[in-house]
């Protein structure tokens, strides 16, 4: 059992386990996606399909704002693979977006406005913003923003987790939330 400081200081710093974990997930990954991922016209579309909405109406909402606003290459590609993104398995989702950040950095200035433009028109489609989506955007801002309008990042770090108890007490909250536990009352005591 980690204790607080342990925790906060393996941030970061995958262990064996960590490691052996990751490697297994992208095994599972499909073959195609991961060769798509490191490209900057098909990891624009791995984006798109990541949020398009599983309801059909949704869906045909967000294609047709794509039509709009997206490059038509970029859009063949994505009515390519919409098969296999829609069938993803949730838990690849996060790390094949972290294969993809590379190939977003390539992106030419006109390129990622359009990007962020389509992804910001996927999110709202729906008029709701669903853990996913919130993360997804949130790594986007993070990781390719800096890169786009010259932003430098700013570096946070708190020596003791009590400094951010309620921040980690509410992404807890939320995240138990999200789930179906018989007892989250219990599950957040214990978290807590």
């Known amino acids: 059992k980690m204790n607080a400081a ?15 974990r990751s490697g297994l997930l992208l095994e599972r990954m499909p073959d195609r996606l991961h060769q798509f991922a490191h490209d900057p016209f098909t990891a624009r579309a791995i984006v798109y399909g990541l949020l ?10 967000q294609l047709k704002a794509l039509e709009k606003m997206a490059d038509a290459n970029v859009l063949r ?11 993803l398995d949730a838990a690849l989702r996060i790390p094949l977006l972290e294969i993809l950040m590379p190939a977003l950095k390539s992106l030419s200035k006109p390129q990622y406005k359009t990007f962020r433009a389509c ?4 999110i709202k489609a ?11 955007h949130r790594m986007l801002v993070r990781h390719l923003h ?4 010259n932003v430098k990042q700013v570096t946070t770090h708190f020596d003791v987790a009590a400094e951010i108890d309620q921040e980690i007490a ?8 999200q789930g179906t536990h018989q007892d989250p009352g219990a599950l957040f005591s214990s978290a807590i």
Do not use: H, W
């Not at 342990?6 to 052996?20: C, E, F, K, R």
């Not at 509410?170 to 939330?177: E, Q, R, V, Y």
């Open 6 to 20: 342990q925790v906060m200081d393996s941030i970061g710093q995958p262990d064996a386990t960590a490691l052996q």
């Open 52 to 61: 398009l909405d599983p309801d059909k109406a949704v869906r045909g909402l």
């Open 77 to 87: 590609e994505l009515l390519d693979i919409q098969a296999e993104l829609l069938n």
């Open 119 to 122: 992804t910001a028109a996927l």
């Open 126 to 136: 729906d008029s709701e913003l669903s853990i996913f989506e919130y993360m997804l």
């Open 146 to 149: 800096p890169s786009f309008a």
């Open 170 to 177: 509410c992404i807890i909250s939320t995240l138990i939330g």
